[in-house]
């Protein structure tokens, strides 16, 4: 038996009920009311925050999308905006933020550092793209994007939410929904604390080459004393 309601596709309406019955989804209306009620979380990393906050001022006035509350808490917004270069240091903040914010959550990767490293790509400090931490759902290319070019991925995580089924969503299961585990630094790079153990077995393996050497070095050395 399937769970879908058939729904015919004409639906007869008394005539002195037309203009005040509207019939639609339930997903359409949950959809239309969670996207004009996005509240972007108050964060910005680099310098495309810059425009982040051009596009909330006056002169384009995302107030019109329910969007003008940006919140300063994680746990008061469910859209996050990674607007900029996104450090080997800034990227466990980041993903704490991510993880502190309540389903259903979003997130925009602004500019092409947030979205691939931009032009520090390979820098040591730099890590080539936020999505390699998080899901992303939408990018938006540029360096730095405009505020229109932002407001074109508001648009599209719009459209995104107003698609989405109501019992196809992610955060409506039984099964809790796994945190994105927190990188941590360890000495010049980004460790995922999923492969620690993976990472101690392998330090604990001998290893007969560097062994081989370290005792060819010693005997080099005793050798010259003597």
């Given at each position: ?28 209306v ?9 509240w ?37 917004a ?29 997130v ?44 074109s ?14 019992n ?16 941590l ?5 980004l ?6 153990p ?21 005997q ?7």
């Amino acid at each position: 038996m399937s769970d879908e309601v058939q729904v015919p596709d004409e639906v007869e309406v008394p005539e002195d009920l037309e203009g005040n019955v509207f019939i639609t989804s339930l997903s359409k209306v949950y959809g239309w009311g969670r996207k004009y009620s996005l509240w972007p979380m108050f964060f910005g990393v680099a310098c495309c925050a810059i425009e982040f906050m051009a596009a909330s001022a006056s002169r384009f006035d995302t107030g019109r999308w329910g969007m003008d509350l940006a919140r300063a808490s994680p746990r008061q917004a469910d859209l996050l905006i990674v607007s900029g270069t996104v450090t080997k240091k800034m990227a466990p903040k980041i993903v704490t933020l991510y993880n502190q914010m309540a389903e259903p959550k979003y997130v925009i990767s602004m500019g092409a550092c947030a979205s691939g490293g931009g032009p520090f790509k390979e820098g040591y400090n730099v890590v080539s793209g936020i999505d390699q931490f998080i899901p992303v759902d939408i990018y938006v290319p540029g360096c730095p994007p405009t505020p229109e070019a932002l407001i074109s991925g508001y648009m599209a995580v719009h459209d995104k939410i107003q698609n989405e089924q109501i019992n196809k969503v992610r955060w409506y299961r039984k099964d809790a929904i796994p945190a994105a585990p927190v990188p941590l630094l360890g000495g010049p790079d980004l460790i995922d604390p999923r492969q620690i153990p993976e990472i101690s077995a392998a330090a604990r393996e001998p290893q007969p080459e560097t062994a081989e050497a370290e005792a060819d070095d010693l005997q080099q050395v005793a050798e010259e004393t003597v």
